[in-house]
């Protein structure tokens, strides 16, 4: 979300076109947005979870924010490795669900379901392997971010796209 606001800002301060990166990155605080309504969805948190989150989210927006200033490319860095580790707790819930530690034969709730597409009847299982793809491809993107000239055109940018580059 960050990386998509400085660069759209830039983007219309400098009266420039973008190169496509900005799709991209507002996809991901999408996708991102989903993996959170999905879970709290699942567990109803109260307001001491809820009150946490707030304060994570207002720490890390502006830390993302100042360090997306001084350097994209750390940030994209940062991103990539965080999301390399998601997949690994990810695969470890997967273990979980297949040992029967966890979610045992419990449905994906109905938001998973319409956001990814899930078969009716979809199980946790499939939840945490559609979430874990995602993650995957977010970490490819970030580092593949933070390796590019940040003026390079988006590589993940749909040839056919309507969106204006």
């Not at 207002?58 to 940030?75: E, I, Q, R, T």
């Amino acid at each position: 979300m960050v990386g998509g606001m400085l660069r759209h800002l830039r983007s219309l301060r400098m009266m420039r076109k973008d190169n496509g990166w900005i799709n991209t990155l507002l996809q991901e605080a999408e996708n991102e947005r989903m993996h959170l309504l999905t879970f709290m969805e699942m567990r109803n948190p109260g307001w001491f979870f809820r009150t946490a989150v707030i304060g994570a989210q207002g720490v890390m927006f502006n830390m993302l924010f100042v360090a997306y200033l001084v350097s994209p490319k750390f940030v994209h860095s940062l991103v990539g490795y965080l999301e390399e580790e998601a997949v690994k707790t990810y695969t470890h819930a997967l273990k979980d669900i297949d040992e029967r530690k966890i979610w045992n034969d419990r449905l994906a709730p109905p938001i998973a379901q319409t956001y990814w597409r899930l078969p009716e009847g979809a199980t946790m299982r499939d939840l945490i392997l559609a979430v874990r793809a995602d993650e995957a491809c977010h970490s490819h993107v970030n580092h593949t971010f933070a390796g590019i000239k940040q003026d390079a055109p988006n590589p993940f940018a749909a040839e056919d796209s309507h969106q204006v580059p």
